[in-house]
């Protein structure tokens, strides 16, 4: 049987450096920032066809529960028909039972 090694390059903590640094010289500290860069852009979570697909069918399944549809389409419509199960539903634990029926 092969044994698998991983390894892992060293990390860094800048706090880490700090405590020895300020070990050698009280008045020597480090600031770090996480300050994000504007040049970085964000991607975008565009859903593909199985999140139209799941969409589509919590939705159908919620809709017969409730007995009531949205006009609205997509998660906008999903979200006015749970609204309308915590209308219907008296306590919060009726509302979760139907999410998961």
Not at 57 to 74: H, I, Q, Y
């Amino acid at each position: 049987m092969n044994s698998l090694l991983l390894l892992r390059p060293p990390t860094f903590s800048p706090y880490s450096l700090q405590s020895k640094v300020s070990a050698l010289n009280p008045r020597f500290r480090i600031s770090c920032s996480s300050a994000r860069s504007d040049s970085v852009e964000a991607a975008e979570n565009k859903p593909g066809v199985f999140d139209d697909l799941f969409l589509n069918l919590f939705r159908s399944r919620m809709v017969k529960e409730v007995g009531w549809d949205s006009e609205k389409p997509g998660y906008e419509g999903l979200i006015d028909v749970a609204n309308q199960l915590m209308k219907k539903s008296k306590s919060n634990s009726k509302v979760t039972e139907a999410a998961w029926k």
